[in-house]
């Protein structure tokens, strides 16, 4: 029969010299008439039930030994054993890599109540972390059941943060899927949100960038996988790295708001080498769980997700107008609702408006959530054509590449193009829809929102309208014309 376990093993004269471990029979069964004699020994626990965490499932529920889920971990019923070994020739960490703190426990695993290696909680409600403890870098937030919500480095940035102001929902379905651009979420295509959802509301806010590690399991990516299969304009997802997270900046008073919401603001991460506030880095946590960490200005709350469309434009363009201007020469000007990994702007220009060429290089802002106006003056126009098409050539740090719509400039006196302009945009309150041709006599034109709902539709005669948007939320809105052509309005 085996023993619980042991710390220190040494053989004296064919006979084991054991200590500092807990032996699963009564001392008086160690003798040379059992076969099990022990040449002596110090600080050993006999015949005591060690408690461990699930001694019937010894590799826990991963069937992996030496990971956090372990069922020969000690529990906090092994009192006989939390403290008792030695710190002397001890190693600093045990089987798991958990920091051995205080008097060393006995045996292989070192009780850790919450830690950066303990269990993650995943039970559908409301958790609020109870207990906190310093692991590292990271201050480690759990519930009452030793389960891991969150981890947060502070250090050095002021912020005070108490366990019961840790919050993590944790929802079923795992997972929201949308169709439509909504709130923060500016990708027409929609996309697919994790529920499990993070808050935090500290005592003091930092006064410098603190890091979040946020945690979810291997079950969460299957199934925003699936998910992001599912949308109507889908996306492969094959790699963790492919994901998106978010942090919320305003917009709701609600604990864990939905970023699709209405009026709900706040900054898209995306992956990278180096945590930033708007990169975030791929980690694991076990053998097969999930980690991203990035850092984070101010607290309030934040989750993960992706977007749909297989090959989704990565800068929200809301406008691109060029207009002739002195000595033939053209004024482009354009503006992104946000950006994502944007690198630059490559302007094309064509004279026969099918072959395009290079005419310059506009720097991108990398990755915004804000509005962001670009002007170009292209003074390298050929003296002899009076017809210029211009694009935009969009370029994502990786390569990527996304176009824009063609405009035309006409030297003898119009822009073609659109034959509509929109202005303001953004706007506070009112829009103003414009009409430079003179063919149409009367006009149809409808607002909709970001969940497809009509707000207003009008037929009316003449060559402007003027709408009414200061009543509704903050959010993207879109205009459609009986033309088919269609824009999109940021209302502020």
Known sequence: MMDHKFSEFYNYAAYPYIKNSSMQRASSTYTASTFNSLNSGTNNIFQTNPNFE????????????????????????????????????????????????????????????????VKLATSVTTHTATQ??????????????NELLLALDTNGTGAVITPSQVKLYIGNPSTLSYNSAGGMITNTAGGVILERRWDVEPTTQPTSPVTVRYFYTNDNYGDIVTAMAGLTSPTTITSPSQLQFYKVTGGSSATFPNPHDTGVTGIVLTNGTTASTTVWVNGTHGVQDHTAEYLVSTFSGGGGGGGGGSSPLPVELIQFEASPAASHTADLTWKTASELNNSHFVVERSYDGRDFQAAAIVQGNGTTQNVITYNHNDNTID??????????????????????????VDFEGSII?????????????????????????????????????????????????????????TGIYFIIL???ESFKVIKQ
């Not at 030496?66 to 001890?90: E, M, P, V, W």
């Not at 003296?383 to 035309?408: E, M």
């Not at 009112?430 to 063919?439: A, G, I, K, N, P």
Request: charge should be negative; proline fraction near 3%; aromatic fraction near 8%.
């Open 383 to 408: 003296l002899a054509q009076n017809t210029v098409f211009y694009r935009l050539r969009q370029v994502d740090f990786d390569g990527t590449t996304a176009y824009s719509p063609v405009r035309r």
């Open 417 to 473: 193009p659109n034959s509509v302009t929109l202005y303001p945009n953004p706007t506070k309150g009112t829009v103003t829809v414009s009409f430079t041709d003179d063919e149409a006599e009367s006009h149809a034109i409808k607002v909709i929102d970001n969940l497809g709902r009509e707000l207003y539709k009008q037929t009316f005669d003449g060559q402007a309208i003027e709408l009414d948007l200061s009543s509704q939320a």
């Open 482 to 484: 009986d033309s088919g």
């Open 132 to 145: 906190s403890v310093v692991d590292g870098n990271f201050v480690c937030y759990c519930n009452s059941d």
């Open 54 to 117: 699930a001694i019937a499932d010894g590799n826990g529920a991963d069937d992996v030994w030496r990971t956090g889920d372990d069922g020969l971990r000690l529990s906090s019923s092994s009192t006989n054993l939390l403290n008792g070994g030695t710190n002397t020739g001890a190693p600093t960490a045990d089987i798991l890599g958990n920091q051995r703190m205080g008097t060393t426990d006995m045996g292989a695993y070192e009780y850790v109540n919450c830690g950066l290696n």
